[in-house]
């Protein structure tokens, strides 16, 4: 057999296009590429069956019998596996899309050349054959091509080196840690302290400090251009309770207000313009209206420069030369899906061009440093962070999170993000480099909001430290009255329809855990081992209060779907057939399961499954969903979308002519999660406003009524909350104790120019995304 003749699918080493496949470490180099980049199993195995037959259209029917053998797959995972084969020979130029094409309704086919590339064993066996019949003939030896030779010589090469570099490194680090620790005077009282062996005199310093301390909320700050100073919002000083833009110095000198809104009015949002001159800021006034204005940094010449509706996601910031402000996406009578820019001199708008689907939210856009990019949170409710050139263009995603996003901003390199995030019961910070796409912890607890100066190196972020606890409130009217207190963070509250169990999660014993109780038995209190909740979406349980579904996190952080008997201790993953389940509940019937997911294309939606049948099928799905319930007297579905305000609502089969919106505004975006079923054909949803801190408005056929205060000043959790079977009783988690100030920090210098790689990977490679 001559070279020739060596069928692709006979050697291991395979050249498809540009790129070359290892099929017995399903590794592909691309050229470019830093790694070479690894296939899974199915996919590999759809490739195979492509590679037979290159250029040859081959239908999902073979892939599936070849791929999928003895099994019912869905096209899911075949459409999933095709996904990944493109995304491993995509490159800067191309998305993979030229690799393989669909063939629509048929199935699949390989659009590039193929050639063997044999092993330099192979060559000579073959060779040998060949004069083993010819007594006279010269044995050739063929060896592998100069550039295959050279490529091969370099991997070994650089492995070594990077080897040895990185002994050396090593032991240079411990030598200079050693020596600075002989060396450096303590930081702290206590280090002090102990290094000189006397007593403690304080405790170790923090690396903020809180430049407000009073009893209310400050909150969304915004940093001059050179550090000194913060804008944020507060408490007026007329005392009536409303909100005001003030400014202070980053240190701890009294504040100023900036402006005194009119009675009744709000002033929120502030962001402080590229030159530090002026202050834009949002005006909510007490009949729902809202503008966007400008003031000076001193307190004068106030302008409008837009009107605005009244959301609570209303997202702006100024363009690099302060000539305009950038908007994210805005509803009511000035709605615009998307980004677009206000040039403020003309008052006119110019969108973004860019692809958003109807079912997008964008929020929070900001330009980067140099002004090229454009970065966004897609959804905040389940967000993620996106960019886009700043003249338009294709989005890219940045994070695959799908969390509770708390605002970001951009350090003064152009390439590095700080953004806060939910985890378990808190929010923290976390710096996202974007070239790398890697996340580490940025070491501050209870934070959130950040803003970075443009120049200075300052970072300004909302501290808050709310401690909530589990309550039992009265539909009716009564005191609420508090279950299982701890001095732990408790929330997300979900009763079982027999009216005796309740679950809910907390940090109470150290770590985050959902726990169980009888609520007639408080001894009976206990975490569920071996499970890790995601804080996203509360658990939701049987009809028949013995199980109840729990999404959470496996061992490797993916998203599983859990099925817990709670009284007998007992927990059990879900095959569900989703990229990424976000919440599950009980259908119908024990056997249909909703299930909010993610696909691979990053699209939200409410699947209705039938888990009768293995693989279990999908019977039907609403897109753009962001939170559901199923009302079981009603036999409903109600749910929340991601892109508009208010309720809605499906027949259990999820019908497309059955949907209809029952609540215009209720629930808001920001809070679709402070709502549950209480009681026949009723809704409980958790508001709050400048004189209740909690406020129950119950909607019923249709309608809302005037709402009624179930706690002056105690907040409520705004991810979760239910209702006794009997719609007599909430169950609700309110703060015991609350509160938030403004941190202000120097931000970290970077690492020493000395051994710079060695400390970008000490610095990302172990703090990985949480």
């Not at 995509?90 to 199935?107: C, L, P, R, V």
């Not at 991997?155 to 040895?164: A, G, I, K, M």
């Not at 005006?283 to 209206?289: L, M």
């Not at 071996?530 to 009809?543: I, K, V, Y």
Request: net charge neutral; charged share 25%; with cysteine.
């Amino acid at each position: 057999m001559n070279r020739s003749e060596i069928q692709p699918t006979e050697s291991d080493r395979i050249r498809i296009g540009e790129c070359v496949v290892t099929l017995s470490s399903r590794e592909v180099e691309v050229a470019g590429a830093r790694r070479p980049r690894r296939l899974t199993p199915k996919a590999l195995g759809v490739l195979r069956v492509l590679l037979r037959q290159p250029g040859r259209v081959v239908t999902r029917e073979e892939l599936f019998a070849e791929v999928w053998p003895d099994t019912l797959p869905t096209n899911d995972v075949l459409t999933q596996a095709v996904t990944q084969l493109r995304k491993a020979f995509a490159n800067d130029d191309d998305n993979g899309q030229a690799y393989i094409e669909t063939i629509a309704k048929t199935g699949y086919r390989l659009r590039v050349p193929v050639q063997a590339m044999p092993e330099p064993e192979a060559e000579l066996a073959v060779e040998a054959e060949g004069a083993a019949g010819d007594s006279n003939a010269v044995v050739e030896v063929h060896t592998p091509a100069p550039e295959d030779m050279r490529r091969r010589r370099w991997r070994y090469l650089r492995r070594r080196l990077l080897l040895v570099l990185g002994l050396l490194m090593l032991a240079a680090l411990l030598v200079m840690t050693v020596l600075l620790l002989r060396r450096a005077p303590a930081s702290s009282p206590v280090e002090a302290a102990v290094e000189n062996g006397t007593r403690v005199i304080g405790s170790p310093q923090r690396p903020y400090r809180l430049i407000t301390a009073t009893a209310g909320f400050e909150t969304y700050p915004t940093l001059s251009p050179d550090g000194s100073q913060v804008a944020y919002e507060g408490a007026s000083e007329d005392g009536l309770g409303g909100g005001a833009i003030k400014v202070q110095t980053s240190g701890n000198a009294p504040a100023r207000q900036l402006l005194v809104p009119p009675e009744g009015a709000v002033d929120r949002f502030p962001n402080w313009s590229p030159d530090g001159r002026d202050i834009a800021f949002a005006r909510f006034s007490a009949d729902g209206g809202c503008q966007v204005l400008i003031a000076s940094a001193t307190g004068g010449a106030l302008r409008q420069a837009t009107r605005c509706d009244g959301t609570e996601l209303l997202s702006f910031d100024w363009t690099p030369d302060g000539r305009g402000l950038v908007f994210g996406s805005m509803v009511g009578r000035y709605a615009h899906r998307g980004i677009r820019v206000l040039d403020l001199a003309s008052g006119q708008w110019q969108p973004l061009q860019y692809a958003v689907d109807q079912d997008d939210f964008d929020y929070a856009p900001r330009y980067s440093p140099d002004g090229k990019w454009l970065v966004f949170v897609r959804n905040p409710q389940m967000g993620d962070l996106w960019r886009v050139p700043a003249a338009g263009g294709t989005p890219e995603q940045l994070t695959s999170e799908s969390a509770e996003l708390r605002g970001w901003a951009w350090l003064g390199d152009g390439r590095t993000i700080v953004f806060g995030r939910r985890v378990d019961s808190e929010v923290r910070l976390y710096y996202l480099d974007i070239e790398r796409r890697t996340l580490r912890d940025a070491g501050l607890d209870d934070a959130q909001w950040p803003a970075v100066s443009r120049h200075g190196g300052m970072l300004a972020f909302v501290h808050r430290r709310a401690q909530f606890g589990v309550f039992k409130v009265p539909m009716q009217g009564g005191e609420p009255e508090r279950l299982f207190a701890s001095s732990g963070r408790d929330g997300q509250p979900m009763a079982a329809p027999d009216g005796r169990q309740l679950v809910f999660t907390s940090d109470r014993s150290g770590s985050f855990a959902l726990w169980w109780a009888d609520m007639q038995r408080p001894d009976s209190l206990r975490p569920i081992e071996g499970l890790r909740p995601e804080a996203r979406q509360a658990p939701d349980w049987s009809a028949d209060s013995r199980q109840l579904l729990v999404v959470g996190r496996d061992a490797h952080g993916r998203a599983v779907v859990y099925e817990i008997a709670p009284r007998d201790e007992r927990l059990q993953p879900l095959p569900v057939p989703a990229e990424q389940p976000l919440q599950a509940l009980y259908g119908a019937t024990p056997e249909q399961l909703l299930v909010v997911e993610r696909d691979v294309d990053q699209r939200t939606r409410l699947s209705l499954f039938d888990r009768s049948t293995q693989p279990w099928r999908r019977l039907a799905s609403i897109d753009g969903v962001s939170q559901v319930r199923f009302d079981r007297a009603g036999r409903r579905v109600l749910f929340t979308r991601l892109a508009a305000e208010g309720l809605w609502a499906a027949d259990a089969a999820l019908s497309p002519d059955s949907v209809r919106q029952i609540s215009e505004d209720k629930p808001s975006r920001w809070r679709y999660r402070s709502w549950t079923v209480a009681g026949h054909d009723s809704i409980g949803y958790l508001g709050s406003s400048t004189r209740c801190s909690t406020i129950l408005v119950r909607i019923a056929a249709g309608q809302e009524d005037a709402g009624r205060c179930l706690d002056a000043q105690r907040l409520s959790a705004s991810n979760g909350l239910s209702a006794s079977a009997d719609g007599t009783a909430l169950f609700v988690a309110l703060a015991v104790s609350d509160g938030a100030d403004i941190g202000v920090m120097r931000l970290p210098e970077k690492a020493p120019a000395l051994f710079p790689a060695f400390s970008k990977m000490l610095m990302f490679k172990g703090n990985g995304p949480s």
